[in-house]
């Protein structure tokens, strides 16, 4: 082991402006071992050529500076830097690590994975490893940490963090990671109080496999009060012949989490043969809380093929989450099958949400036979939530339903106020559907127009849900003899539907009878 020689290398000016000289340790020749505090400073770029870890830092108040300089690594089971911890009672901690690249370890970049970490600081720093082999950083039980301005690139498995609290993260990008299968840009289990702003998390690529697929942030064990603000998650893609997920944000029991003006946009999987329950998704949060997701997109997600899903956002099993000014729109199913689907957005067994000012649009499903959806209320648990000015316009597809806002199963207690669906198209395409079963929801104020079917298609008897100020107008049918059940309603305040422009159906039908023409402002189909 060569140790640097100390010179003085930093000249600091005091408060009473007398000038304090700090010791710099230059570090020219690797592998390397901090056992003192102080300053080091790598001096030159360096080829490392041992299989062993170029750095290793072994106590506290530490300063690494790179000095704008590379560790490259040419020869196999290399590591970059690695912090060790303490004993099992004592925190390492105050641990800076900055300015430099580390490129070609087969490993990892930069770790701190032992008992306890705090106030450890990576700034300014690009980890280029080997894709298929490598993690960029990876650090365990640290709290009070900030990672500014690092760049990982290139690697298998991006950031991971395990067992961390109260961590910041600024400008930083976990881009380009790849390998077989189970490849993320970023992960975090068991982690609470992160804030990320500015960051990406965009192109990560799993060549083959049949199960993590490839993930732009994955959030397992059980989390809190994630902030993420102005990051990306994009064009994360499962290149596999397995049944594989690709997502740019998967979460799992985590909690309290805000997503502020982000985008989860043109994830996909181009696999053919994708089993049932895959997804294909800019978003897919389960068995999660109280989130607020607000000025995002979700945009042209994909599906290559198979029996899977592609959505533009999915919440399954939680609920009281607060969905504002979204966009879930272009997201793109080639299914083969009738099993298939595409969603802008899907509430699964989730209930108490609002969602607001958002819209869903153009989604498309490329099977005959396959089901699109702007909008879904899916199974027993979606109860009591609300839909205020949300549009869901232009969706497309075959054969199979299309619908702009769907309640199925027994979703029950959701409101739907001054939203509008308009201009769906295919062979069963609907505005509003509430299926058998989804009763005691509200439609105040709705508009569905020009869409191929039917403007509102009710299946559940008269009175069991309500509908008051709604138009429907230039849809393909809105009433068809013997279909008495496509509005069932009594209105006695307001004027509730428009029907004189409604394709080749100009009023009601009742048990196969054509009762009424025009405007009536009380009325009951029965």
């Not at 998704?281 to 994909?302: K, P």
Request: charged share 10%.
């Amino acid at each position: 082991m060569n140790f640097s020689n100390r010179v003085l290398g930093l000249l600091l000016l005091s408060a009473t402006s007398s000038f304090i000289a700090i010791p710099v340790s230059l570090i020219s020749e690797l592998p390397f071992t901090i056992s003192l505090p102080g300053l080091y400073v790598l001096s030159d770029s360096v080829n490392f050529s041992t299989s062993s870890t170029a750095i290793t830092i072994n106590s506290d108040e530490v300063t690494l500076d790179l000095n704008g300089k590379t560790i490259r690594a040419t020869v196999a089971s290399t590591n970059g830097i690695a912090i060790l911890s303490g004993s099992t009672t004592t925190t390492r901690e105050h641990v800076v690590i900055r300015n430099g690249a580390i490129i070609g370890c087969d490993g990892f970049g930069v770790t701190g994975s032992g008992t306890l970490y705090a106030d450890i600081k990576v700034q300014d720093i690009t980890v280029i490893g080997v894709a298929g082999t490598s993690t960029g950083i990876s650090f365990a039980n640290t709290i009070g940490s900030a990672f500014e301005r690092c760049r990982i690139l290139n690697n298998f498995l991006g950031a991971r963090f395990n067992t961390c609290h109260d961590i910041d993260i600024y400008t930083s990008h976990f881009n380009n990671n790849s390998g077989p299968d189970g490849v993320f840009g970023f992960s975090a289990t068991n982690c609470s109080n992160f804030t990320l702003i500015d960051c990406t998390m965009n192109n990560n690529v799993a060549t083959n496999g049949a199960g993590g697929g490839a993930v732009g942030m994955l959030l397992t064990g059980v989390g809190t009060n994630w902030f993420c603000k102005n990051c990306t998650f994009n064009n994360n893609r499962a290149n596999s012949t397995g049944a594989t997920n690709c997502q740019g944000l998967n979460a799992t029991t985590h909690h309290t989490c805000h997503l502020l003006d982000c985008s989860f946009n043109d994830n996909s999987t181009t696999n053919t043969f994708l089993s049932a329950g895959q997804i294909a998704a800019g978003a897919n949060i389960v068995t999660c809380s109280g989130w607020h997701i607000e000025g995002c997109d979700f945009l042209r997600n994909s599906l290559g093929g198979g029996t899977g899903q592609a959505t533009g956002a999915r919440f399954s099993t939680g609920g009281s989450h607060l969905i504002e000014r979204c966009n879930f729109s272009n997201n793109v199913s080639n299914e083969t099958t009738a099993a298939g689907f595409c969603f802008g957005l899907i509430l699964v067994n989730t209930n108490c949400c609002g969602i607001r000012d958002s819209i869903a649009n153009g989604n498309t499903i490329n099977s005959s036979a396959a089901f699109c959806y702007g909008f879904r209320l899916d199974g027993a648990g979606c109860n009591s939530n609300n839909f205020f000015n949300c549009r869901a316009v232009g969706n497309v597809g075959g054969t199979g339903d299309v619908r702009g806002f769907e309640l199925l199963g027994t979703s029950s207690d959701n409101s739907f106020v001054q939203c509008s669906a308009i201009g769906q198209t295919g062979t069963a395409s609907r505005g509003f559907a509430a299926t058998t079963g989804s009763t005691a929801n509200t439609f105040h104020q709705c508009q569905a127009s020009g869409n191929g079917t039917n403007g509102f298609l009710e299946q559940n008897a008269a009175g069991q849900n309500s509908y008051t100020g709604c138009l429907a107008a230039r849809n393909g049918t809105n009433y068809t003899a013997g279909k008495i059940r496509y509005i069932s309603l009594k209105e006695t305040t307001n004027a509730a539907f428009d029907l004189t422009t409604n394709g080749s159906c100009f009023g009601a039908v009742v048990n196969g009878t054509f009762v009424y023409t025009g405007r009536r402002a009380n009325f009951e189909v029965i």
